[in-house]
Nanobody, 125 residues
Framework: QVQLVESGGGFVQPGGSLRLSCVASGSLLDYYAIAWFRQAPGKKREGVSCLSNKDGTKSYADSVKGRFTVSRDLTRNTAYLEMNNLKPEDTAVYYC??????????????????WGQGTQVTVSS
């Protein structure tokens, strides 16, 4: 069973950047589609981005398009979320999640079986 550990969160001013990492262990990341979710206080968990391992398609929520980039490095068994031009409304706990093993297109949170513990991102002046 794959395990996921997020890191890279922190405190940043509006307009700043962070890169989140999601290290997978116990299985090869190539066998899983990867998604990033976030949950802000008082809000439902929402999808941020995903990377399909079926066709390589990357998808983004409208609120982060043009600012966030999802990627993976299979040699390191790690997925990343590069976040630029951060805004206060990006403040949330960010989670990586995996769907598999298998080959999948991006989907909603019900399709992801494995989750990391989350990493806090705080954007404030």
């Amino acid at each position: 069973q794959v395990q996921l550990v997020e890191s890279g969160g922190g405190f940043v001013q509006p307009g700043g950047s962070l890169r989140l990492s999601c290290v997978a262990s116990g299985s090869l990341l190539d066998y899983y589609a990867i998604a990033w979710f976030r949950q802000a206080p008082g809000k439902k968990r929402e999808g941020v981005s995903c990377l399909s391992n079926k066709d390589g398609t990357k998808s983004y929520a409208d609120s982060v398009k043009g600012r966030f980039t999802v990627s993976r490095d299979l040699t390191r068994n790690t997925a990343y979320l590069e976040m630029n031009n951060l805004k206060p409304e990006d403040t949330a706990v960010y989670y990586c999640a995996a769907a598999g093993p298998g080959y999948f297109y991006c989907s909603d949170s019900d399709d992801y079986d494995y989750w990391g513990q989350g990493t806090q991102v705080t954007v404030s002046s």
